[in-house]
């Protein structure tokens, strides 16, 4: 083919009017209702987000802990890429992640089975997606490409109660979303705690549910687990305003952190917290997604007090004197002035 010959251009002209006519025709009226009823699948898929170091996989090795001693069968999925959610339920031994496995099998020519990346204990089924080292790619892409791979092993023929994923809230690129925007999970799960950065992730991923509801999505929020719980309210607050349920409060005990440290589990009945965590599985599998109202940045900091916040700052606009500092020279104005007749 050469374009040089006229006879050889193709011509564009249908393909232009079809895309015209596809862009003019008016979109259809997205479903803002939450279902309310029980998941349809067998499977409840199920994400939980939250911000980074505020208990999510402490929350989750021990919810998964406690569904399996009650039964129920559970699969673990970290997709952080620090990929620690499973160290608590290995007792602190790295699970190999789906990720690097796979990279090297593919350079040895072989394929990935699953006993290469999944691995079980205490009756829960944990793997680990993993992620790019430090500036070596991009965290949401490897999330793409782990479930990409889970597909490869057959991940919608397994056969699970519950398949809890572990995301990172405060990171924003769509790979971190794709429970949400995919409608990969029936219900989101948030984790923080009294504080403004953990309650400002939640309320972020309110948004994204929010903003897919609004594009025809499905996904909800079924409610907020309050980690490190010092009774100060403001997780409450929150809930409250989003109108989300408190699933759970796990108090800011010392107890906790030094098990938690030192990888030892507590969901389960021979612990003291054996009945919170027995509570919180119940909670979580039988609480309905809910359609959040996210808080603009105002609303949010209202739920702190101002002192602690500066929420009491006035902005104050800059000049252009102010931004050229010590270089700062009145020029003369180009702007016609004419005098007044």
Not at 10 to 17: A, E, I
Request: proline content about 5%; aromatic content about 6%.
């Amino acid at each position: 083919m050469s374009l040089d010959d006229p006879k050889d251009v193709p011509d564009l002209s249908d393909y232009d009017s079809k895309l015209r006519k596809e862009a003019a025709e008016p979109l259809a009226e997205p479903t803002l209702e939450v279902p309310q009823a029980e998941p349809t699948k067998h499977t409840q898929i199920i994400a939980i987000y939250g911000k980074g170091g505020i208990g999510k996989s402490f929350t989750l090795a021990n919810l998964s802990h406690m569904m399996a001693e009650q039964g129920k069968r559970v699969l673990l999925i970290g997709c952080d890429p620090k990929s620690d959610t499973t160290s608590l339920l290995f007792g602190g031994k790295a699970c190999p992640t789906i990720i690097e496995t796979s990279t090297k099998k593919k350079l040895a020519g072989e394929e990935v089975a699953i006993g290469d990346v999944c691995f079980k204990r205490g009756g829960v089924f944990a793997m680990e997606l993993g992620g790019p080292e430090v500036g070596r790619g991009c965290g949401g892409r490897g999330i793409i490409h782990g479930f990409e791979l889970l597909e490869k092993l057959g991940f919608h023929d397994w056969d699970f109660d519950y398949v809890l994923l572990d995301f990172l809230g405060d990171v924003v690129c769509g790979g971190f979303g794709l429970p949400i925007a995919r409608d990969m999970a029936q219900k989101v799960i948030l984790v923080a705690s009294n504080d403004l950065q953990s309650l400002y992730v939640a309320n972020n991923v309110c948004s994204a549910v929010e903003y897919f509801r609004r594009m025809g999505g499905n996904v909800g929020v079924a409610g907020l687990v309050i980690n490190k719980d010092d009774h100060s309210g403001e997780a409450q607050a929150f809930a409250k305003s989003v109108d989300i349920p408190v699933l759970a409060a796990i108090p800011a005990d010392d107890d906790l952190r030094k098990k938690s440290a030192n990888y030892q589990i507590v969901g389960t009945a021979a612990s003291r917290w054996g009945g919170l965590f027995a509570e919180l599985a119940e909670e979580v599998g039988l609480a309905p997604p809910c359609r959040p109202t996210p808080l603009d940045q105002d609303g949010l900091l209202a739920l702190f007090d101002s002192k602690d916040t500066g929420g009491d700052v006035v902005l104050e606009p800059a000049t252009d004197a102010d931004m050229r500092g010590s270089k700062s020279v009145e020029r003369p104005s180009l702007e016609v002035v004419y005098d007044e007749a």
